[in-house]
């Protein structure tokens, strides 16, 4: 239940721009933790995750 | 001097070279000219020591040759305008679209299955291709220097003097973008609904 509280400390619109911003920059500690936490808690927003990171593998082999 | 059969292999890869130019610098006499160059530079340049693929070798030509061009355009006052509209498609307001008041996804991402088969198909780059036209020019040009030429935060901020947030906010709404555009046109349907 805790778990639940923390993991919605951010919402998936904040969650959105903290995932696409760890690919260019690292986060800070505290972003990270919020991050993580409400990934934990948001099926939605993991598969999202997901799918920025296959972004940029198709990238990769696009310019390739 | 190089022999027929190398520049018989460059000139293969000139469609792949056209195409991110054409990305790039959206003007395909500019684009044209830049992948010429490239080529020329290939042909007469230190050699390809055969240490990378020659399309990886080519690539990174060609990113010089772009940003000098992006460089050139710059100096002109008429050029500089495209620039200048980078600030008006940094308006955050423009994705609230894909979240409702509250914050929560407007419409939920989808299972994409095991997305990386799709990159054994033809078709599926060629989606890509149509999803990475359909973003404003700036914003494609960004996310290309970031992507493809493999910039750094730092250097593309540098080269088109933004702060690191505007870029930050441009390469999001390009990921939001091609990731929304990629669904609705491969994803969809392509896996059971979950």
């Known amino acids: ?64 | 001097m190089p022999s027929p059969d190398f520049s018989r292999d460059l000139d293969q890869h000139r469609g792949y070279l056209m195409r991110v130019a054409r990305l790039q610098l959206r003007d395909e006499a500019l684009a044209e000219d830049v992948v010429q160059e490239t080529l020329l530079a290939a042909l007469s340049g230190s050699g390809f020591s055969g240490k990378s693929s020659l399309r990886t070798w080519l690539t990174g030509i060609l990113k010089h040759k772009i940003v000098d061009a992006i460089r050139r355009k710059q100096r002109e006052p008429i050029a500089a305008a495209s620039f200048g509209d980078l600030e008006s498609e940094v308006d955050i307001e423009d994705f609230d679209g894909y979240f409702k008041e509250n914050g929560a996804w407007d419409a939920r991402p989808a299972d994409w299955g095991n997305p990386e088969s799709a990159l054994d198909r033809r078709q599926f780059f060629e989606m890509m291709d149509f999803c990475l036209e359909k973003l404003p020019p700036n914003t494609a040009r960004v996310f290309m220097m970031r992507e493809v030429m493999e910039l750094e935060t730092d250097e593309i901020c540098k080269e088109l003097t933004i702060t690191a947030n505007n870029l930050w906010v441009i390469l999001y709404r390009a990921r939001m973008s091609l990731r929304q555009c990629l669904e609705q046109n491969w994803f969809a349907g392509k896996n059971a609904p979950s």
């Not at chain 1, 239940?1 to 986060?27: F, T, W, Y």
């Open chain 1, 1 to 64: 239940m805790i778990r639940n509280a923390l993991g919605h400390m951010i919402s998936c619109k904040d969650a959105s721009r903290l995932m696409s911003r760890k690919e260019d920059a690292p986060l800070t500690f505290w972003q990270r933790l919020t991050l993580r936490l409400h990934l934990s808690v948001c099926a939605a927003c993991m598969r999202f995750e997901r799918q920025v990171r296959f972004l940029r593998t198709a990238m990769q082999m696009y310019r390739s």
